[in-house]
Nanobody, 124 residues
Framework: QLQLVESGGDLVQPGGSLRLSCAAS????????IGWFRQAPGKEREGVSC????????TWLESVKGRYTISRDNAKNTVYLQMNNLKPEDTAVYYC?????????????????WGQGTQVTVSS
């Protein structure tokens, strides 16, 4: 059974950091582009970042550039999202997703497998 499980979400103060993890089971992540998406209350789900299967290419949402870093450890079958200098507007449920299309876009319909999400709350 193909499964993605996110972890690492938490309540953090503005300016703080979190590292989210996306662990896969039932398939090998290195064959997939992995994307991170987020959905804030009352808003559409938006793409945050994605990383190619070999880790050499990334795509970013403009508002998180320079604050977030995406990486993957294919030996651990896990992708990470390091989030620094967090802002209240980063508050959302964060999802990871896997694409079989080798896409480098952040279009939801191009991703085939989704995790259940992890809550990130940035508040003082």
């Amino acid at each position: 059974q193909l499964q993605l499980v996110e972890s690492g979400g938490d309540l953090v103060q503005p300016g703080g950091s979190l590292r989210l993890s996306c662990a896969a089971s039932g398939f090998t992540l290195e064959h997939y582009t992995i994307g991170w998406f987020r959905q804030a209350p009352g808003k559409e789900r938006e793409g945050v970042s994605c990383i190619s299967g070999n880790g050499f290419s990334t795509t970013w949402l403009e508002s998180v550039k320079g604050r977030y870093t995406i990486s993957r450890d294919n030996a651990k079958n896990t992708v990470y999202l390091q989030m620094n200098n967090l802002k209240p507007e980063d508050t959302a449920v964060y999802y990871c997703a896997a694409s079989t299309r080798a896409t480098m876009h952040l279009r939801r319909y191009e991703y085939d497998y989704w995790g259940q999400g992890t809550q990130v709350t940035v508040s003082s």
